[in-house]
């Protein structure tokens, strides 16, 4: 199973990405997407169950990102609005054999596959 995350790129503050994550091969009960910025530990950014009821997000991005699905292309997207240099990192998706129960979606060790990472900068 393989995970490809597409999207990152170089914004000023106060701009938007999209970033895009599709899985080859089979769906999943839930995805959700980390990121790393220099120097600093792998953190929590969104995620949501695969039945498109549930989702989470990290209190630092809330009301700026939202994340969604296309089912049909099998692809998850985080659209990130208002970006702050703050958000500057190596944005992960990744992606849950099973079903994630609400608390256990901020872990990363819930998860048991992850893409590449693709890089987001936002300038001041």
């Known amino acids: 199973v393989q995970l490809q995350a597409f999207g990152g790129g170089l914004v000023q503050a106060g701009g938007s990405l999209r970033l895009s994550c599709a899985p080859s091969?089979?769906?999943?009960?839930?995805m959700g997407w980390f990121r790393q910025a220099p120097g600093k530990e792998r953190e929590f950014v969104a995620a949501f169950g695969w039945s498109g009821t549930t989702t989470r997000y990290a209190d630092s991005v809330k009301g700026r990102f939202h994340i969604s699905r296309d089912v049909a292309k099998n692809t998850m997207y985080l659209q990130m609005n208002s970006l702050k240099p703050e958000d500057t990192a190596v944005y992960f998706c990744?992606?849950?054999?099973?079903?994630?129960?609400?608390?256990?979606?901020?872990?990363?060790?819930?998860?048991?596959?992850w893409g590449q990472g693709t890089l987001v900068t936002v300038s001041s």
């Open positions: 990744a992606a849950a054999r099973g079903g994630l129960i609400f608390s256990s979606m901020p872990s990363d060790l819930s998860y048991d596959y």
């Open positions: 091969g089979r769906t999943f009960s839930t």
